[in-house]
């Protein structure tokens, strides 16, 4: 239905900055919210941040200050420009986009395959 195409992840040292993208197609009429997710080795899935299609944000507080979401909403992409990184932010990291399918009317939501980030020391 709607496909999601992640890049940008790597091996970092602390203090660095990586840029995530994930660009969805597909049978879209329109994109609601878009967000990142990780997880870390041997620990749950949470939230990184989230992003409306008005380009209102919201930040775990783990990454406010340090990481900045956005979107390209012509390119159906969102972006994660993360800076100052730490070691506690590797993890695997997942886009996530909730849609309006183009050919019904219900809300869908999809997710990206994960890209591995490691922050060394």
């Known amino acids: 239905q709607v496909q999601l195409v992640e890049s940008g992840g790597g091996l970092v040292q602390a203090g660095g900055s990586l840029r995530l993208s994930c660009a969805a197609s597909?049978?879209?009429?329109?994109?609601?919210?878009m967000g990142w997710y990780r997880q870390a080795l041997g620990k749950q899935r949470e939230l990184v941040a989230t992003?409306?299609?008005?380009?209102?944000?919201n930040y775990a507080d783990s990454v406010k200050g340090r990481f900045t979401i956005s979107r390209d909403n012509a390119k159906n992409t969102v972006y994660l420009q993360m800076n100052a990184m730490k070691p506690e932010d590797t993890a695997v990291y997942y886009c996530?986009?909730?849609?309006?399918?183009?050919?019904?009317?219900?809300?869908?939501?999809?997710w990206g395959q994960g890209t591995q980030v490691t922050v060394s020391s």
């Open positions: 992003i409306t299609s008005g380009g209102r944000t």
């Open positions: 597909g049978s879209i009429r329109s994109i609601n919210v």
């Open positions: 996530t986009v909730n849609y309006d399918d183009s050919g019904s009317v219900f809300t869908r939501s999809s």
